[in-house]
């Protein structure tokens, strides 16, 4: 019988001369060993640990007399992967012949220790044949003894086990991995995919830890293997993260939350939280990328097994025929479901080659093969600069291909091709998003974007320009400052790289620095302003530019998030874009004051003036796409302290604000003004109020008798705010040389219950007139722009502007 023999450690830390106390101060001191850590000290923390169970085994053996038993580790314990908090895996392996209470007697010596220390545990008591049964029945058991390692006792038994789950994992490949395969894919689902998620689950999510460990048992099967370059260094720079993250919250934990971040980024040695998320992107984006190829390669296998039977049954001896080729392109052919190069094909004299390849691809719908790029990334040569027109025609189509861009673009991107190509993506790539309303990583976003636009180019006069835009908006990010400025210097710099000619160069320049000029204006400023119309005019320059810019806008927003646009932001785009382009025609911009209400409006207002109090009307949305379901249009006699008691009466009854609007009206045959306020709200949860309710609500809130500031305190004081990242305080700032009718004032805030009904209340205090508001909520942040004027009507002068916002943003504060 082969047993395993413990390891020395030394008189000062040998666990097995202290038993648990002792094993518990040694790994404490590891723990705590500044000058280790990584695979040297869970590769340390692994050894101590089978040190210590080795001894605890031994005398336990000892004192029940059982024989013919073993202690295995398993999943990440028998891989010697122990992170600070990891449980334990382990298996209890017996030949069967020891009596059950002498068994029972040695599990209970094993597993109390453990649970004595406060480790988590993962335990089984098997035999060999029942252990090979169980993992016949449970993909999850047979996974974890792919990974099984001797820890103390008997050797021999997990030898033969081992060497009978090995086999039995290759004989059944074609149906374990497919399940395999399903296991990532509903795992993905649950968790999310790693490289785009602002507190990835480093373990779960896809690009993790368990994808990795399903590659490792991919490549056990002996059917495929992962691409091995940078994937043992990926899944390093994530161990490394859950390490820190488990030392610096003390539990066993993978999810990388906000508040952590800063704390695990400092005891990795890396300069801020978005240097850690981004390593660990990229580290994810390696996984993910070699899970991609590798089950690609496993379905390819499976598809020649199971179609091998049938060819022989037809061919007979003559073999089965020759894989067919399809022409794409000069160079680039199909082959097996799969873009390959060509027989013919000279990377090395063809610079243009990676991008034909790349854009017969996309356009074919097909996946790259790995062989091919890889070959290229290594034989290609540099590109001239500018580009030939071919270069910049290929990667026009490219991104013009639709959803198939996106994968083909990652394959290209992870073997370097892309950075070859346009240098200036390094920057972005994998670069994170703070901003909840972004789904992706800035690169992926500059993608999905074009993916986006690619169905917008029937809509514009140049579609090479909107796609190259749409690659290069944010790409400012990479730099300190404002992204659309540092942007725009880009822009102009890669387009000439590209080829464009110095016209087109400046046009997208001018694109990139103006992405977000007409949904900000759209959403935060007075449409009915003439000033307004001429800035956007003035900054555009040409029918064209608006053109392209109006499709872009929308291309963006879509590949933002579902929080960035809807069908009521569109139409506000569409309004403004209608209103500049007819000044850009030679025309002055529309005047509509005073302002010509629907119908509704006049109806509402009317029986506003007639009764002297709020009227108010609710409609639900039927659009699929609208962010919010409720539109509430309230009409109320001019009077001071409408916007805060409305805004008020809202938060009272759980409606969220998501964009609002608040306009004077004069009507013809009545005297007296009416305002009339137009909301977009949804409830937090539960159904609607009753429109009765409101109006009731609305007026005691307007004559005093309901003092909305002390309930909404109550409502704060009753279910505070859960623990999180602190979000920074407010901001508010004079907006100049928008509007030549009022002072523009906009605020920026975290979106909080009342908000806006403070800020109408600084402003009341102030003592100044709201003239219209503007309500843009974005995930967890709120831009809400006011338009105000002094008892006069008038704009307020610069002085008395500046200490409104003071005074405003100390209200917020």
Known sequence: MTSVEPTTTGPDNDPRDAGPSGYAAARLRLLQEESRSGPSRRSALSGLTDEWLNALFATAARETGVRGASLVAVGGYGRGELSPRSDLDLLLLHDGKAPP????????????????????????????????????????????????????????????????????????????LPQLHALCRDRADRAG????????????????????????????????????????????????????????????????????????????GLMDSDALLREVYEAARVIAYAG??????????????????????????????????????????????????????????DPVLPLRFGAAAAQAGLPVSLHAVRRLAAQAKPLPVPWPAEAREQLVTLLGAGEPTVGVWEALEAEGLITRLLPDWERVRCRPQRNPVHTWTVDRHLIETAVRASALTRRVGRPDLLLMAALLHDIGKGWPGDHSVAGETIARDMAVRVGFDTEDAAVLAVLVRHHLLLIDTATRRDLDDPATVRSVAAALGSLG???????????????????????WRGSLVADLVERVAAVLRGAPPAVTEPEIPSTEQERLAVEALRTGEPVLALHAREEEDEAVGVELVLAVPDQPGVLPAAAGVLALHRLTVRAADLRSLELPDLPGEVLVLRWRVAAEYGALPQAARLRTDLIRALDGTLDVPAKLADREAAYPR???????????????????????????????????????????????????????TLGANAVDTVYVVDADGKPLTGADAAALAASAQAALT
Do not use: M
């Open 545 to 567: 530019t608006l053109e392209i810019l109006h499709a872009l806008t929308e291309a963006d927003a879509l590949a933002t998030g579902p929080a960035a646009w809807s069908t």
């Open 722 to 776: 859960r623990r999180g990242v602190v979000p920074p305080p407010p901001r508010v700032t004079v907006v100049p040389d928008v509007s030549s009718l009022a002072t523009v004032l906009e605020v920026r805030a975290p979106d909080a219950v009342g908000l806006l009904h403070r800020i109408g209340r600084a402003l009341e205090t102030a003592g100044v007139r709201v003239r219209s508001a503007h309500v843009s």
């Open 101 to 176: 209470r002498a068994l029972a007697a040695l599990a209970d010596r094993l597993w109390y220790p453990v649970w004595d220390l406060g480790l988590a545990l993962d335990h089984s008591v098997r035999t060999p044949g029942e252990a090979r049964r169980t993992a016949a029945e449970d993909l999850k058991v047979h996974l974890g003894l792919l990974d099984a390692r001797p820890v103390a006792g008997d050797a021999g038994l997990l030898a033969g086990l081992r060497t009978s789950v090995l086999a039995d994992w290759r004989n059944q490949a074609a149906k374990r």
């Open 292 to 349: 991609d190829v590798t089950w690609r390669e496993v379905g390819r296998v499976l598809r020649a097994r199971a179609a091998r039977p049938r060819l022989r049954g037809l061919l007979g001896t003559r073999g089965a025929p020759a894989v067919e080729r399809a022409p794409l392109a000069e160079g680039v052919v199909e082959s097996d479901g799969e873009a390959v190069l060509a027989l013919a094909a000279r990377p090395d004299r």
């Open 193 to 268: 995919e790693l490289r785009f998620l602002l507190e990835p689950d480093l373990k779960e999510a896809r690009g993790g830890l368990r994808d990795a460990t399903a590659l490792r048992a991919v490549a056990a099967s002996w059917l495929a293997d992962a691409p091995r370059e940078g994937l043992a260094e990926a899944r390093r720079r994530l161990l490394d993260a859950r390490d820190a993250l488990h030392l610096v919250t003390g539990r066993a934990t993978d999810r990388l939350a906000l508040q952590e971040q800063e704390q695990v980024a400092a005891r990795l």
